[in-house]
């Protein structure tokens, strides 16, 4: 039987008795040689660095007054911010300075039959860290233990699972966001399309964007780069059932039947060949399996999509012939967030192919060919050979470049029946991932949880997964701290750092101090870990790997990023792809040979049972993850969720905006209560 383990709240009560652990804390060892304080008599100083709100890592100054963050404006030296931030990234203030962080850590004891979180010093919940995972390693493999990371600081805690010998890693944003699209277009072209997107927006002068809704949507560069394509005069396709503020932008509105699009994207391709309107050269140099294709959308007529989607034939015509006309500086959108059907990877298979049509690839207004700074690293030993978790067949999936997250939660449970218990995950870290809220099957992810001899969450805040773990590990902020360097492919490549613009609040430390610690008490083969981390503190190691990749550290460090201009459409018809063919595989038979369709196919989704809605989700400009649904800067702006339901539909059922709804899915699981929001932005058989 499975005791289910008790979620502990984390409040200002939890803290209180943390004396023990202060005595501990030397605040000298966070700041590190060279690196920038601010004095009570300093004025406002301006100290670069990049945000962490979400993941674009845009570069931000702080300005700093007595070790207090004033406020946060865009690096102009750094390509992904260009002198601005979002709303998000300007919201900042309000994590450094968030009431509720985490202050010590905190092990999970009982007291009285009851359990509780007790405040400790790291010495202590280092030391009884270590105490777990050393058997697991030595009992069961390292492989048992398994990281969820996201965020770049995660980085450390990656150095850490690879010196244990683990390759058991994964983040939900792969499964659960863009997985799809990375496999969808690496089957197609080798390659994905990577993070900043190598989308070369500015230059575009037709861009379809289908599911997915840039302007509420707010990464930086991307919103930025929209905005000098709306000011250039491109024309924009919006495929959405929701009249997003992309919409608003655009030439046409298409609101398509959720579920359908897959439909849309073969008659768009079978307009551009049947009206030989696509790029016939790029097609004919670039790609294998045409004739294929032709045959396979032969009748997947604007007729007949129209059935499916409920777009009038005219408008696919109509808008498969404007980005054929803007080609090649044409685009379908890749999106971002993915995953709704089941039929996601092909979804993107179906808009790498469009894309392949329009020959946009390496061209301008199309996709750019990334440029990166090569880093040098600053030289750690060999790392043991890697224990790799075999997951069963059931959990298995082909063309995943990553381990699925849910792979891990079934894995890790005592009742699964492809899981023997000498194979069962035993430990997790979780740096920075929300797990409860971020992965689906909620009970499943709280049976796994319970299973586990060991469950360390790495966090700045009390949220879902510090309240059920055994160990709470308070990282400071990304303002508080040094990370890697960034320096990931880009149209302009860059190298950016991330330094600590104040002193870390309470007893939180950075991430790589953590890792350190825990690597320097974890053996194997009889031999400490901590070679693995062979600094004394991180920004020794920033000025190693600057100085070896032939950059002045002082410079990065007093700008925040270095860059330099780069050569972004190298497109040439001898152009390689790397997939077996060496070209773009419009028909895929890797996919076939392990009985996947070669072509996308369509295939209708399963009708909601009668009085259901479909239920859209999407992003709102201030708020991003867990990450800012405590922050009351951005909670100032927009502090409460809204439902939007049709108008004729709330006029049906009597609702007005303001009433209070819950919601309850096909499953009987309920919402909480949420604000109705009356609008005519959105078809009827859909609420948002
Ligand atoms: Fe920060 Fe916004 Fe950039 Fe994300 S897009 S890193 S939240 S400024």
Not at 430 to 441: E, I, R, S
């Amino acid at each position: 039987m499975i005791t289910r383990k008790k979620f502990l709240k984390i409040g200002a009560a939890t803290f209180a008795g943390a004396a023990v652990g202060s005595t501990l804390f030397r605040k000298k060892d966070v700041l590190q040689a060279g690196q920038q304080t601010v004095t009570e008599t300093d004025d406002v100083r301006q100290i670069p660095t990049f945000c962490e709100i979400c993941f674009w890592k845009c570069g931000m100054i702080a300005h700093v007054k007595n070790n207090q963050v004033l406020k946060v404006t865009g690096n102009p030296d750094h390509p992904l911010a260009n002198g601005r931030l979002c709303p998000r990234g300007t919201s900042a203030l309000g994590i450094i300075n968030d009431k509720d962080r985490l202050q010590t850590p905190l092990i999970r004891v009982k007291e009285n039959g009851e359990e509780t979180f007790k405040p400790v010093s790291w010495n202590a919940a280092f030391d009884y860290i270590a105490e777990k995972l050393q058997p697991i390693i030595e009992r069961h493999g390292a492989d048992k233990i398994a990281l969820f990371s996201h965020g770049h600081g995660g980085s450390f805690f990656k150095t850490l699972m690879a010196a244990m010998g683990s390759k058991t890693i994964t983040a939900p944003s792969y499964a659960q966001c863009r997985g799809p699209r990375a496999e969808g277009f690496r089957l197609t072209y080798g390659y994905g399309v990577g993070s900043p997107e190598v989308i070369d927006m500015p230059n575009a002068r037709c861009v379809a964007m289908i599911g997915t809704h840039l302007g509420e949507n707010m990464h930086n560069t991307a919103v930025q780069d929209l905005s000098i394509a709306i000011e250039r005069g491109a024309s924009f396709i919006t495929v959405d059932p929701r009249y997003s503020t992309m919409a608003g932008k655009s030439d046409y509105w298409l609101p398509i039947k959720p579920g359908t699009d897959i439909a849309l994207l073969l008659a768009w391709m079978n307009v551009m060949i049947q009206d030989e309107i696509y790029q016939k050269d790029f097609v004919a140099n670039n790609t294998v399996g045409f004739e294929q294709l032709k045959e396979h959308v032969r009748n997947k007529t604007p007729e007949w999509a129209f059935v499916q989607t409920g777009i009038e034939p005219e408008v696919i015509r109509k808008t498969a012939h404007l980005l054929a006309r803007n080609a090649p500086a044409a685009m379908v959108h890749p999106g971002r967030h993915v995953v709704w059907y089941g039929d996601d990877t092909q979804r993107s298979r179906a808009i790498a192919i469009i894309n392949a049509l329009l020959g946009n690839w390496g061209k301008k207004g199309g996709f750019y060919i990334p440029a990166s700074y090569p880093m040098a690293s600053n030289g750690s030993p060999p790392y043991p050979p890697e224990q790799k978790y075999h997951f069963p067949d059931s959990m298995y999936y082909p063309f995943a470049t990553a381990i699925p997250a849910q792979s891990i939660v079934q894995a890790s449970r005592m009742d699964v029946e492809d899981i023997p218990a000498e194979e069962r995950i035993r430990a997790w870290i979780v740096y920075g991932c929300n797990a409860p809220m971020t992965l689906p099957d909620p009970e499943g992810v709280e049976k796994a949880m319970s299973a586990l001899e060991l469950l360390v969450a790495v966090d700045i805040l009390p949220m879902e997964i510090t309240g059920y773990a055994d160990v709470v590990l308070p990282e400071c902020t990304f303002l508080e701290r040094h990370d890697d360097f960034d320096a990931r492919p880009n149209r302009t490549p860059y190298v950016a750092i991330r330094q600590p613009v104040v002193e870390p609040m309470y007893q939180s430390r950075p991430g790589w101090w953590i890792a350190k610690e825990l690597a320097r008490r974890i053996q194997v083969n009889g031999e400490s870990l901590e070679r693995y981390f062979p600094y004394n503190n991180q920004e020794e190691k920033l000025k190693t790997e600057a100085e070896l990749s032939g950059f002045s550290y002082e410079e990065i460090k007093s700008r925040g990023a270095v860059t330099k201009s780069a050569v972004i459409y190298d497109y040439n018809p001898q152009m390689r792809f790397p997939t077996p063919s060496g070209k773009i595989e419009l028909y895929s038979d890797v996919l076939k040979e392990v009985g996947f369709d070669p072509l996308p196919e369509y295939y209708p989704p399963e009708e909601p049972p009668n009085g259901y809605f479909r239920l859209l989700f999407g992003r709102h400009p201030v708020h991003t993850f867990s990450r800012t649904t405590n922050n009351n800067v951005a909670l100032e702006i927009f502090g409460e969720n809204e439902l939007w339901v049709n108008a004729k539909v709330a006029d049906y059922l009597g609702l007005k905006s303001g009433y209070y709804v819950t919601l309850e899915n096909q499953d009987g699981a309920r919402s909480d209560k949420i604000k109705v929001k009356v609008t005519q932005r959105i078809r009827q058989d859909c609420v948002y």
